[in-house]
């Protein structure tokens, strides 16, 4: 068997990097649709729905990359309660990639609207319209997002503190395929 890489697969990386952006924007473009009553709502909705989307099924390919390629191990000195604060929120990280843009289309299906992705491609509504459902969906949604954000900071703070301080290749696997 294969020693343990030192860096991320190409893909992943990849998928990474071009996840990061999307939930980083989506974040910011959700933040501006709630703030917003102007001409720029509808346009911003016009935005986050279709990068919901993706951000959907780039997590369900990101998952299989995940789960079908070898990760480098974290530092054998780790502290246990890092190493369990890095597994519980690499877990919440994906779940909520998944259940947020799910939460989405049940929430705008509630509102009896069509998820749009562009001109004339419009998604089934995955729940029926329900002004109740609706606004618990809403909360949700809005609450969860309020959690990626939360969760993607402390993920950043964890990386930076990794490759700042630690300065144990844990945040080099992510950035490059060069050995540590």
Known sequence: MSAQP???APLARLLHWLMALLVIAMLFIGAGMVASVSERHEWLI???QPLGVAILLLVIVRLFVR???RQPPLPADLPGWQVLAAKA???LLYALMLILPVLGWAMISAA???VTLGIG????AIVPANATLFAFLRKAHGYLAYLLF???LLHLAAALFHGWVRRDGVLQSMLS???R
């Open 6 to 8: 030192n860096h991320f």
């Open 46 to 48: 016009h935005l986050h």
């Open 67 to 69: 789960f079908s390629t």
């Open 89 to 91: 929120s690499h877990g």
């Open 112 to 114: 009896g609207d069509p």
């Open 121 to 124: 491609v419009q998604l089934p």
């Open 150 to 152: 939360l969760t993607v």
């Open 177 to 179: 395929g060069k050995d």
